[in-house]
Structures are given as C-alpha cells and as structure tokens.
C-alpha cells in the first residue's frame, strides 16, 4: 500500500485557500491513504479542508504535532527555561520578539503575540481577528506546550537571524518565504519537532515503508519531507530548490490542481506525464 502526503498552502489549497470542487470529489474518492504535512495548526487544517476526508494521523505545526481529527498523538515541545533564553537574548540583541504557538494545560490551541509588533507580524495577525486562539501579553511567556517560536521579518533579517540562533541554540529551523505577505518566517523548534521526523514517525504508525511514501510540496520547508520520502512532488510553482530537490515537477499550479491531477492520473491508472528529474 502507498502513503500520499501533501503540503497545503501552495501545493493542495488554491491561493486563495480554497478547496477546489475537483480535488475534492477526488481526495474523497482516492483508494489509497492520504494525509497532510502542514505548518499549520489542528483546527487551522481542518477548517480549511472541510469536506475531505481526513481518516490518517495529520503533520500539523511545521512536524511538531501529529494528531487526527479525535485525537493528539505526539507532540514535540520546547522547554520552557528555554524558550525564555531565546526570547530574551534575541529581544536584547536583535530587537524582535516572536510569536508563540502551541497549547496549554487543556491542551487548547494558542497563539501568544506581544504587545510590541512589527509590520511584518501586525499583517499577519490582521487575518486571525477574533480567532480565539489568540492572546496578547504584555511579557511573553512559554505555553505549557511551546511547539513553535515564530519570527518574521525581511528576507535579510530572518538570515541574519538563523545565523544567529544556529551559532547558541539547540533547535530545529526553518527560514521560508510567507505565501500571502512579503515577509520570511523563522520558525523555531524542538530537534526531533520538524516535517522529516514527524513523517518517519507518521510512516511507523501507519506501516507504510519509507519507499512507499509520495510527498507534494512547493517551499523550503518541504525539502525534508522529500528527503524523508520515496517519491518527492513539485507543483509547477514550487520554489526552484524545492523543483531542483523533486522527482516529479508537476505541470500544473495548486491554482490548477496539480495535487489532484496527479492523484486522479493514478486512480484512472494511467502513466503521469510530469516532469521527471
């Protein structure tokens, strides 16, 4: 049996985060276990994926959650003592403070923001008005389950500032381009909390080898999916490390259901005519 496991913003979802009705009447019909790998939250994916079918553990929070619709299954914080070094030694020399993602005691989602943002995080946070995961402080604090320290700034910025983290702190990172603003995110995260470990776990759960596991992608942070997969999948407007890093370079956009194309080519059983690398 064959695993499929897709990125969302960029690569499953339209541009403007839409579930067309074609990969939909194929995602539920596909005969074969599909899932997602996401950077965002639980009830972030699910909202937008009403409709499909979601029966297989989800990669939610850039790997640092794998949950079902029910259920958490895992989760991969940061410590506490930690994340407050973090914050504080970068709000000392570089002037930025983060977002903070992840859940508290009732294992409820949050989103913790300062009282001081900059323009990149006030955009961003202009789209979450009234979401009730949100929560202004006027210190940042490490949720019980801190699964995310989020950054965001100009391309240069974010650089600067991975260069920065990676010389002092042990955690994962992933600089990506944002999708729908000019901005770049710095995400922080627990070693073991990223896309590629959170897929070898997801291929041991279900039992589906490594070899056996197609992954669809289109930014940075999906070239450890590929690397942690048999076949790696680019839609057509994929970033050019990420064409560069795939097996198959779709022709078709996530505006003209590349994922669901692929998908529907199978189903019918015919012979994709992707690009192959």
Same mark, same amino acid.
């Given at each position: 049996?064959?695993?499929?496991?897709?990125?969302?913003?960029?690569?499953?979802?339209?541009?403007?985060?839409?579930?067309?009705?074609?990969?939909?009447? #194929?995602?539920?019909? +596909?005969?074969?276990?599909?899932?997602?790998?996401?950077?965002?939250?639980?009830?972030?994916?699910?909202? *937008?994926?009403?409709? %499909?079918?979601?029966?297989?553990?989800?990669?939610?929070?850039?790997?640092?959650?794998?949950?079902?619709?029910?259920?958490?299954?895992?989760?991969?914080?940061?410590?506490?003592?930690?994340?407050?070094?973090?914050?504080?030694?970068?709000? /000392?020399?570089?002037? +930025? *403070?983060?977002?903070?993602?992840? %859940?508290?005691?009732?294992?409820?989602?949050?989103?913790?923001?300062?009282?001081?943002?900059?323009?990149?995080?006030?955009?961003?946070?202009? $789209?979450?008005?009234?979401?009730?995961? *949100?929560?202004?402080?006027?210190?940042?604090?490490? *949720?019980? @389950?801190?699964?995310?320290? =989020?950054?965001?700034?100009?391309?240069?910025?974010?650089?600067?500032?991975?260069?920065?983290?990676?010389?002092?702190?042990?955690?994962?990172?992933?600089?990506?381009?944002?999708?729908?603003?000019?901005?770049?995110?710095?995400?922080?995260? @627990?070693?073991?909390?990223?896309?590629?470990?959170?897929?070898?776990?997801?291929?041991?759960?279900?039992?589906?080898? $490594?070899?056996?596991?197609?992954?669809?992608?289109?930014?940075?942070?999906?070239?450890?999916?590929? /690397?942690?997969?048999?076949?790696? =999948?680019?839609?057509?407007?994929?970033?050019?490390?990420?064409?560069?890093? &795939?097996?198959?370079?779709?022709?078709?956009?996530?505006?003209?259901?590349? #994922?669901?194309?692929?998908? &529907?080519? %199978?189903?019918?059983?015919?012979? +994709?005519?992707?690009?192959?690398?």
């Amino acid at each position: 049996m064959d695993l499929f496991i897709t990125d969302l913003d960029k690569t499953l979802l339209r541009s403007d985060l839409t579930v067309s009705p074609f990969t939909r009447q #194929v995602w539920n019909s +596909f005969d074969r276990p599909l899932s997602i790998a996401t950077a965002r939250s639980l009830k972030g994916a699910t909202t *937008l994926l009403k409709g %499909l079918k979601l029966e297989l553990p989800m990669i939610l929070l850039d790997g640092a959650m794998i949950a079902t619709t029910e259920e958490i299954i895992r989760v991969r914080g940061l410590e506490e003592e930690l994340t407050e070094t973090i914050i504080s030694q970068i709000d /000392r020399e570089w002037g +930025f *403070l983060p977002l903070i993602v992840g %859940l508290d005691r009732e294992y409820r989602e949050r989103f913790l923001y300062p009282e001081r943002l900059n323009i990149h995080q006030q955009i961003l946070l202009r $789209k979450y008005k009234n979401d009730q995961r *949100l929560l202004n402080l006027q210190e940042l604090r490490p *949720l019980p @389950h801190t699964l995310k320290i =989020v950054y965001l700034g100009d391309q240069k910025e974010m650089e600067g500032l991975r260069d920065f983290v990676g010389e002092r702190f042990p955690v994962e990172m992933k600089l990506s381009r944002d999708p729908y603003q000019p901005s770049w995110f710095l995400t922080l995260l @627990h070693p073991l909390g990223d896309k590629s470990h959170a897929l070898k776990e997801l291929e041991e759960i279900v039992g589906i080898p $490594k070899e056996r596991v197609t992954v669809f992608g289109d930014s940075l942070n999906d070239l450890g999916i590929f /690397r942690a997969s048999g076949r790696a =999948v680019a839609v057509k407007n994929a970033l050019p490390q990420v064409r560069e890093a &795939a097996h198959i370079v779709l022709p078709h956009t996530n505006d003209e259901d590349g #994922v669901a194309r692929y998908l &529907a080519s %199978l189903k019918e059983g015919g012979s +994709f005519r992707g690009s192959q690398q």
